[in-house]
C-alpha cells in the first residue's frame, strides 16, 4: 500500500519525469500520458513489484527511490536502504529472484569503471538502457514496417522514426561500444548477460521495428509478458528451415493459383478474393498445424466474405468441384435457399498432413451482417467442447477471421470479446486474424475509425496483438506460430493484424480508382506476395525458378481437372455446405411422429420435492430467509399437486434432464429470473460462491444443467446461444431477455440466424427465446416483446388452410420457420418447451412470457395437466358454462396471453360466463386454422372478436385477422361465385379463372394448389399449368431463379387463389373477426399506470358485452 501510494505521487510528481524518461512522452501529449502513467502504476503495482530490481517497468520507480535514499535514507523502506548501502544486489522483500541471465552489476566492468560498488552515473545509465529496452516493447510496433505499400502508418502521435524511441536521451556514438548489463526483462541476448549498446539497439530495432509489430506490454501480466518477449527476442527466432520455406511458398501458390483461378474462368463473379493478403491462407494453415500439433482437434471458424472461398478450397480442403459448381447456378438438388456461395458454412473431416492426425474443420455459415457470426461461432465452440468434456478448450478452438473495418465498426466483436472469459462462455481462447486491407469497401481507415489500429478493441480483454507485414511471409508464419502457442498455453485470446492490401476493388467488378485513386497507383506497380517472396527465395538458393514455375503449374492443373468435373454437376447440394452435421438425429425417424411431452406424475412429485428442498446439508447452508419462505410455498404446491409458472418451467427442465438431454439456460440475471420467481442457484449467505442448484442434483444419471447470468448483451449472448443450440438437437437450450423489447438489440441474430437459418443454410435450431411480455403499466419500454415482428418474420401463409388430417398440427411445425407462442398456463409452458425436444426435428421458438402471471393466484396448473396423456393446446377452449350452451354464446372472445385473466374476471363481474366464450390461442404460429374453425363451428351464432392488449398495430392482430378469415371460410358454405362477390375491393380483375379459388368444402380437392408456394399459385398461368419451381422440401421457393415471365398473370389487385386483403374478404353468412383494443400506436406506451388502467379497462368493457 506505502509502495503503491509512492509510486502514484512519484509519477504524478513532476520531477518524475523530468530527470528521467521524458523520452516517453511525446509533447502534446505528456501530461495525458503522466496521467495514464499514473493511473497504471497503481493498478498494476502488484505485477510490477514481482519484477527483479530495476526492471524495465519498475525503472523510474526505482531512480526515484535512489534519488530520495541519496536526499534522505530514512525516506524509504529499510530493503532499499540496505540495498543502496550494499555493495552488491540484494533482493528486496516480495521480489522475484535473481533470473539466469541476471547479474549484480558489479559483477561487470561498466565502462571501463572497476569498481565493487558502481557510481550513480552507471546507474543511471544502466536504467536508461532499461528504459530504451522496455520503450521499444511498449512503442516498438508503433514505427515497425507493417504497411507493405508504405503509405499508412498508425495514427499514433509523436515522430514515427526510430529515433524517437530514444531521441532525447543522452547517449552519444561514444557510448556504441559500451557494454551493458542485460535485464532479465530481455531476451535479446540469448546466452549473453551483456551486449554493447549497438547491439542492444540493432537487435531492438530488428525484433520490434521491422515486419512484426507487438502490442502487448498493456497485459498485466508479467508472465505472460515474458513469455511474449522470449518468443520475439530470443535470437534466431525468425530463422526458418529450406523445408518449412518451401513449404510457405507451396502454400502461398496455392492462396495465388486459386484467386487467379477463378478470376480467368469466372471474371465477371463477384468473389471477394483475397489478393493482396493471400498470406492469409498459410497463416491459417500455420495456426492449425501448430494447434493440431499441440492437441486440437476440432477447429471452428467465422468469417466474412473476403478470401473465403480460399479458405474452404485451400484450408478446409472442400472439393475444388463443389466450391466451383457454385459459380454455375445450378438448381439445388435439395432443400435450402442458394444462399450466396460466400456465405455459406462447410465442415470437414481429414487428415492433417503436416501433422499426420485427423481434424475436423469447420467454417461458419455467415450473413453478410458483418461480424454477426462472431458470437454464433463462439457458442458452437463452446458447445462442442462441452459435449466432448474438454474443459481447458484443449481439443476444440475458434478461429475468427475479421475485416478491418469491421472489426473495428462493429459492437459485436466487443460483446463478443466480453465473452472470453466468463466461466460459462469461455472458448478458452480464440485466435482473431484480421485480413487488414487498410481498406473498407471504399472507405479509408481515417474516416472509418478513431483508434490507431483496427485492432484495439482486443486490448479490452489483454489480449496480444500482433501486427504483421502481410508481405513477409516469414514474419507472418512466425506470429502464427507464437499466436497458436499464446492460445495452448494460456488460453486465451489473441489478435493476429495482417497488414496487406486489396489489389482489387472492394469486388472484383468494382473500379476503386474512383476513391482510392493514389493507392491504387501504388498497387499497381506492388508485386504480389507470392513473387515477392519467390524472388528471395532464388535469390538465396533455397529453390530454382523452374520449381516455383512448376509447383504453380500443377496446382493450375488441379484446379483445371476439378473444373471439368464441376462442369458434369447437374445440381447443387446444400447438404454438402452443412455447418454442424446432426449425424444419427434424422435418420430412422418418424418425420411427422412427436414423442408424448406428459410425464408420469411420480417423476413430477420427485422433481417438486428436489426443487423445493434446501441444500442436502443444509444445516451448513445458510439460505435467505424470504428464499425458505419461496422453498416452502413450493413444497407446498407439490403437496397440493399444482405447479406455478417456476414450477412449471423446472418440471420441463427435470424430466428432460432425467431424459439425458442437456440443459442451458442463459440471460442477464436469469439465475435468480429478473422478476426473482426462478431461484436456480441458492447463495449461502455467509460463504462467498458458495452456492446450491437443485437441478443439478435431481438425478444421479441425469444430463448437466447449465443456467448462467450472462454480460449485459443480447446481440452477442444470443448470437452464442443459438451457436450452441446448432451443435447438438439433443439439448434444450434457452436465452431470456431481460425485458422482451431488449432482444431488438439482438435483431440481426433474429433476422439473420434464428428466423432463416434453416431456409438459407439448411441448419436447424431448436433455441428457445423467452420473451416476457405483457402490458402491464410499466411505460413504453418493459413491456412489449414487439410480437407483431416475430410474427411478421413468420412462413406461415395466411392464406393458405393446409389439409386437416390428424398431421396437421405437425406437418405445420414441419413447414414453419419458426413456432411463436404465448403461453398463459404453467402446464402448457411446460409442454411447449418439452416439446421442442419431443419434435423429430428442430425449430426456433420465441415465447412470450409473463410477468404478473408468475405469481398470478390462477396461473398454476395441476399437476393432471402435466403427467401422461396430457400434451400441449395449441388453443386452450373455453371450459365454463359457455361450451356447455354453446349454440346460444352470443360472443367468442379469441385471445393470447395474460389478457385471458383480466378478461375471466371481467366475465365473472358481469356474470356472462353463460354468454360469452373466451378462447386462448396459444400457439400463435403456425396459426391452429383447424381450432379456430373447429372453435368458430361450436359457437355457431356467435360474434367473434379478438381482444388484445396490444396497441392496434402490434401484437398478434394484423397477423391473426386474415388467418381468422382464411379458417373461417374453409368451415361456412361459401361457392367460388359467391367468393367472387365478396372481394369488397376487388376492382380489376382481370382473369375469368377461378380455378385457383378453393373450394370450401374440399380443401383437399385443391391440395395440389394449394400445397404450391404462393409465388407460384399467383403467377400460374390461366390454363392452370404451372410455372417452374424451385421448390423444396422445405416450402422453399427461389423466384429470382424461376419467374416464368410468359406466365405472369399481371393483376396485382387481386392476388388469384385464396389470398385476399385483410379485412375485406367475408363468408357467405357475413362471419367475420372483429377487434376490440387499444387503437394504434407509435409506441407500446400506455401512458400512466392510470391510464394504462383505464384503457385496459375501456378493452374489458367492450370485449366483455353482448
Ligand atoms: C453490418 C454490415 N454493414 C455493412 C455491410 C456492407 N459491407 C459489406 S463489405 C463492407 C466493407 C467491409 O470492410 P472490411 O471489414 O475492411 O472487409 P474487406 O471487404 O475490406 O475485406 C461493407 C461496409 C455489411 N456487409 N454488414
Ligand atoms: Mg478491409
Redesign the pocket.
Known amino acids: 500500500m506505502h509502495r503503491a501510494h509512492t509510486a502514484f505521487s512519484l509519477a504524478l510528481s513532476p520531477m518524475a519525469h523530468k530527470n528521467f524518461a521524458t523520452w516517453l512522452l511525446s509533447s502534446n501529449s505528456s501530461q495525458k500520458l503522466i496521467k495514464a502513467t499514473a493511473a497504471a502504476a497503481v493498478r498494476t503495482y502488484n505485477s510490477a513489484a514481482a519484477e527483479p530490481f530495476a526492471n524495465g517497468s519498475t525503472a523510474s520507480y526505482v531512480e526515484e527511490m535512489y534519488n530520495a535514499w541519496l536526499r534522505d535514507p530514512s525516506s524509504v523502506h529499510t530493503s532499499w536502504d540496505a540495498y543502496f548501502r550494499s555493495n552488491s544486489y540484494v533482493s528486496p522483500p516480495n521480489l522475484a529472484p535473481v533470473q539466469a541471465n541476471t547479474l549484480p552489476l558489479s559483477a561487470f566492468n561498466l565502462g571501463g569503471a572497476v569498481s565493487a560498488a558502481p557510481d550513480s552515473k552507471t546507474i543511471d545509465d544502466h536504467l536508461a538502457v532499461q528504459a530504451i529496452i522496455r520503450s521499444y516493447q511498449i512503442r516498438g510496433h508503433n514505427i515497425a514496417h507493417l504497411d507493405p505499400l508504405e503509405i499508412n502508418t498508425p495514427d499514433l502521435p509523436g515522430n514515427t522514426s526510430t529515433k524517437s524511441i530514444y531521441a532525447n536521451f543522452s547517449f552519444g556514438e561514444q557510448d556504441m561500444e559500451r557494454q551493458f548489463k542485460l535485464p532479465s526483462t530481455t531476451f535479446i541476448g540469448g546466452d549473453e548477460a551483456s551486449l554493447p549498446l549497438k547491439e542492444i539497439l540493432n537487435r531492438l530495432e530488428n525484433v520490434y521495428c521491422n515486419k512484426i509489430g507487438v502490442e502487448f506490454m498493456f497485459i498485466n501480466s508479467l508472465e505472460q509478458c515474458n513469455w511474449i518477449r522470449k518468443r520475439f527476442e530470443t535470437p534466431g527466432v525468425l530463422n526458418f528451415t529450406p523445408e518449412e520455406k518451401r513449404l510457405i511458398l507451396a502454400r502461398l501458390t496455392r492462396a495465388t493459383g486459386f484467386e487467379a483461378f477463378l478470376a480467368k474462368k469466372y471474371s465477371s463473379e463477384k468473389r ?1 478474393g483475397l489478393e493482396g493478403c493471400e498470406i492469409m491462407i498459410p497463416a491459417l494453415k500455420e495456426i492449425i498445424d501448430v494447434s493440431t500439433e499441440l492437441g486440437v482437434e476440432s477447429v471452428i471458424m467465422g468469417m ?3 478470401g473465403r472461398l480460399n479458405t474452404l478450397a485451400n484450408v478446409c480442403r472442400k472439393p475444388l468441384n463443389q466450391i466451383f459448381t457454385q459459380f454455375a447456378g445450378l438448381e439445388a438438388a435439395d432443400d435450402g435457399s442458394g444462399d450466396v456461395k460466400y456465405h455459406l458454412g462447410t465442415y470437414i473431416e481429414r487428415l492433417n498432413r503436416v501433422t499426420n492426425k485427423n481434424i475436423r474443420l469447420a467454417v461458419v455459415a455467415n450473413p ?5 457470426v462472431d458470437p454464433v461461432v463462439q457458442g458452437k465452440t463452446r458447445a462442442e467442447q462441452f459435449y466432448r468434456g474438454d474443459q481447458e478448450g484443449k481439443k476444440v478452438m475458434s478461429i475468427l477471421i ?6 473495428c465498426g ?1 459492437g459485436v466483436v466487443y460483446e463478443t470479446m466480453h465473452l472470453s472469459d466468463l466461466p460459462d462462455y469461455t472458448t478458452h481462447g480464440t485466435i482473431h486474424v484480421v ?1 487488414n ?1 487498410q ?3 471504399t472507405t479509408d481507415p481515417r474516416f472509418s475509425r478513431s483508434s490507431p489500429y483496427c485492432t484495439d478493441v482486443a486490448r479490452v480483454v489483454n489480449a496480444p496483438i500482433f501486427h504483421v507485414n502481410a508481405d513477409d511471409p516469414e514474419a507472418v508464419m512466425h506470429v502464427c506460430k507464437v499466436a497458436a502457442e499464446w492460445r495452448a498455453t494460456f488460453h486465451k485470446d489473441c489478435v493476429i493484424d495482417l497488414v496487406g492490401y ?1 489489389r482489387n476493388g ?1 469486388n472484383e467488378i468494382d473500379e476503386p480508382m474512383f476513391t482510392q485513386p493514389l493507392m491504387y497507383q501504388k498497387i499497381r506497380k506492388h508485386k504480389n506476395c507470392l513473387d515477392l517472396y519467390a524472388d528471395k527465395l532464388i535469390a538465396e538458393g533455397t529453390v530454382t525458378g523452374e520449381e516455383v514455375k512448376s509447383v504453380a503449374a500443377k496446382y493450375e492443373n488441379i484446379c483445371e481437372e476439378a473444373f471439368a468435373l464441376a462442369k458434369t454437376e447437374t445440381h447443387v447440394k446444400y447438404k454438402d455446405w452443412l455447418d454442424s452435421p446432426w449425424s444419427g438425429f434424422f435418420e430412422g425417424k418418424d418425420p411427422l411422429k412427436v414423442a408424448p411431452t406428459g410425464v408420469k406424475e411420480e417423476t413430477l412429485i420427485h422433481i417438486g420435492n428436489r426443487f423445493s428442498s434446501p441444500p442436502p446439508n443444509a444445516a451448513e447452508f445458510v439460505i435467505h430467509k424470504g428464499l425458505m419462505r419461496v422453498l416452502a410455498a413450493r413444497k407446498a404446491m407439490v403437496d397440493e399437486k399444482v405447479a406455478d409458472w417456476a414450477l412449471g418451467e423446472a418440471m420441463a427442465f427435470g424430466s428432460l434432464l432425467k431424459e439425458g438431454i442437456h440443459v442451458r439456460l442463459s440471460g442477464q440475471d436469469v439465475e435468480r429470473g429478473t422478476f426473482s420467481h426462478r431461484h436456480h442457484v441458492l447463495h449461502h449467505q455467509l460463504v462467498d460462491k458458495a452456492t446450491y442448484n437443485s437441478l443439478q442434483h435431481m438425478y444421479p444419471d441425469q444430463a448437466p444443467y447449465s443456467v448462467s447470468n450472462s454480460s449485459l448483451s443480447e446481440y452477442a449472448v444470443l448470437g452464442f446461444e443459438h451457436g450452441y443450440s446448432m451443435t447438438n438437437p439433443n439439448a434444450l437450450v434457452l436465452w431470456e431477455a431481460q425485458f422482451g423489447d431488449f432482444s431488438n438489440t439482438a435483431q440481426a441474430i433474429i433476422d439473420q440466424f434464428i428466423s432463416s437459418g434453416q431456409s438459407k443454410w439448411v441448419r436447424q435450431s431448436g433455441l428457445v427465446m423467452l420473451l416476457p411480455h405483457g402490458m402491464e403499466g410499466m411505460g413504453p419500454e418493459h413491456s412489449s416483446c414487439r410480437l407483431e415482428r416475430f410474427l411478421q418474420m413468420s412462413s406461415d401463409d395466411p392464406d393458405y388452410f393446409p389439409p386437416e388430417s390428424d398431421e396437421f398440427a405437425i406437418r405445420q411445425l414441419h413447414d414453419i420457420n419458426w413456432i411463436v407462442a404465448n403461453c398463459t398456463t404453467p402446464a402448457n409452458y411446460y409442454h411447449i418447451l418439452r416439446r421442442q425436444i419431443a419434435l423429430p426435428f428442430r425449430k426456433p421458438l420465441i415465447l412470450c412470457t409473463p410477468k404478473s402471471l408468475l405469481r398470478h393466484p390462477e396461473a398454476k396448473s395441476p399437476f393432471s395437466e402435466m403427467s401422461e396423456g396430457s400434451e400441449f393446446l395449441r388453443i386452450i377452449p373455453d371450459r365454463g358454462p359457455a361450451a356447455d350452451n354453446a349454440s346460444n354464446v352470443k360472443k367468442v372472445v379469441f385471445c393470447t396471453g395474460r389478457v385471458y385473466y383480466d378478461l375471466t374476471k371481467a366475465r365473472t363481474e358481469k356474470q356472462l360466463e353463460k354468454d360469452i366464450a373466451i378462447v386462448r390461442v396459444e400457439q400463435v404460429s403456425p396459426f391452429p386454422f383447424d381450432l379456430v374453425k373447429e372453435q368458430a363451428n361450436l359457437y355457431k351464432n356467435a360474434e367473434l372478436v379478438w381482444a388484445q392488449e396490444e396497441h392496434k398495430n402490434q401484437g398478434c392482430w394484423t397477423y391473426v385477422q386474415p388467418r381468422f378469415l382464411t379458417a373461417l371460410n374453409h368451415s361456412r358454405d361459401i361457392s367460388q361465385s359467391d367468393e367472387q362477390s365478396t372481394f369488397s375491393n376487388t376492382t380489376t380483375t382481370t382473369t375469368t379463372d377461378n380455378t385457383n379459388h378453393e373450394s370450401d368444402t374440399d380443401s383437399d380437392s385443391n391440395s395440389d394448389k394449394k400445397s404450391k408456394p404462393w409465388l407460384s399459385r399467383m403467377f400460374a398461368s390461366d390454363k392452370g399449368d404451372t410455372v417452374a419451381t424451385a421448390t423444396s422440401a422445405t416450402g422453399e421457393f427461389n423466384a429470382a431463379k424461376h419467374f416464368d415471365l410468359k406466365n405472369v398473370r399481371h393483376d396485382f389487385n387481386r392476388p388469384a387463389g385464396d389470398a385476399a386483403a385483410p379485412g375485406v374478404r367475408k363468408t357467405k353468412t357475413g362471419r367475420k373477426i372483429s377487434y376490440t383494443g387499444r387503437a394504434c400506436g407509435a409506441s407500446t406506451a400506455t401512458g400512466s399506470k392510470a391510464q394504462h388502467i383505464r384503457e385496459l379497462n375501456a378493452l374489458l368493457n367492450d370485449a366483455i358485452s353482448t
Open positions: 471477394f466474412p466474405h473476403r453478410s451482417h458483418l461480424e454477426a475479421h475485416g478491418d473495418a469491421a472489426f462493429q485480413a486491407n481498406i473498407g469497401f486489396r472492394h
